[in-house]
C-alpha cells in the first residue's frame, strides 16, 4: 500500500551546485517514468540517466515514489506557471483561453512525458494524481470567475466550466501534438475557440430569434374554452 501523499521532502541543499543536482534528477526521472513506466523504473535508471552517483539520490529524496511525486507536482507548477506568464498581457478572456491553449501544446511537446506521467498517478499515488487537476481548476476558475463578473462570460457553474475547458485542452494535446505533431496548430485551435466562444447549436439564441418566438406567441388565437353549460337534470319526482 502507498504512502499517504505528502509534499517530498524539500530540505535538501540549497546551494546553486545542490539545485542543478536536484534539478538533473528531476528531469532524469520525468524521462525514466515516463519511458518505463513507475513499476518498472528504478532509482538506479534515474541516476544513470541525470549522470547522478546513487548514493547521491538518497540526499534529495528518500525513495522512489517521493521523487515521482515531486515530478507530478513541479510539471503542475511549471505548466501552470508558463500559462500564467504567456497569458499576463491578453486583454480579453477569449484571448487567454487562446493563448493557454497554445502554451499548453507547446509544453507537451517539450515534456512529451507529460500524459503518461500523470496518469501513473491515479495508481501510483491517488491524492498526488487528484492535486494536479485540483491546483489547475483553482487558478482557471478564479479566472473565469472574473471574466463573468466582467461580463465577458455569460454565469455558469465556474468549477464545471473550468473542467470542460480542461478537457478540451488535454484531448486535443493528446491527439495533434502527442500522437501526431502538427506544427501550426491553427486550424486546431481555430476550431476550439469557435466551440468556446459559440457553443455547438448550429442556431444559437439571439434577441431577435427570441423576439420572433414572443411575438408568435402573442398572435397565436387563444383556445375558447367551452361556455355552454350542461343540460339541467329533471328534479326527482318531477312528471315527464
Not at 499517504?4 to 521532502?9: G, L, M, Q, R
Not at 542543478?20 to 534515474?46: H, M, N, P, Q
Not at 487562446?98 to 491524492?127: I, K, M, S
Request: hydrophobic share 35%.
Amino acid at each position: 500500500m502507498n504512502r499517504p501523499s505528502t509534499s517530498p521532502d524539500r530540505s535538501g541543499p540549497v546551494t546553486p551546485r545542490g539545485q542543478r543536482t536536484r534539478a538533473k534528477l528531476l528531469k532524469a526521472a520525468e524521462s525514466v517514468f515516463g519511458e518505463k513506466g513507475y513499476e518498472r523504473a528504478s532509482i538506479a535508471d534515474i541516476t544513470r540517466k541525470g549522470g547522478v552517483a546513487l548514493g547521491t539520490f538518497y540526499v534529495y529524496f528518500p525513495d522512489k515514489q517521493s521523487i515521482f511525486i515531486e515530478v507530478v507536482d513541479d510539471l503542475g507548477t511549471r505548466l501552470r506557471r508558463l500559462i500564467g506568464e504567456s497569458t499576463a498581457a491578453c486583454d480579453s478572456r477569449m484571448d487567454v483561453e487562446r493563448e493557454g491553449l497554445r502554451t499548453f501544446f507547446q509544453f507537451v511537446r517539450q515534456h512529451p512525458n507529460l500524459y503518461r506521467v500523470v496518469r501513473q498517478a491515479e495508481f501510483v499515488d491517488a491524492d498526488c494524481y487528484r492535486r494536479y487537476y485540483d491546483r489547475f481548476a483553482k487558478g482557471y476558475v478564479t479566472g473565469l470567475s472574473r471574466a463573468m463578473e466582467d461580463g465577458e462570460v455569460r454565469r455558469m457553474d465556474p468549477e464545471a466550466l473550468a473542467y470542460c475547458l480542461m478537457g478540451i485542452g488535454d484531448f486535443l494535446g493528446m491527439r495533434w501534438v502527442l500522437w501526431e505533431e502538427d506544427m501550426g496548430l491553427d486550424r486546431v485551435l481555430d476550431t476550439a475557440m469557435s466551440l468556446i466562444r459559440h457553443g455547438l447549436d448550429s442556431r444559437p439564441a439571439s434577441p431577435s430569434r427570441n423576439n420572433l418566438k414572443s411575438a408568435a406567441s402573442r398572435a397565436a388565437p387563444a383556445k375558447k374554452k367551452n361556455t355552454l353549460r350542461p343540460a339541467r337534470r329533471p328534479a326527482r319526482g318531477a312528471r315527464s
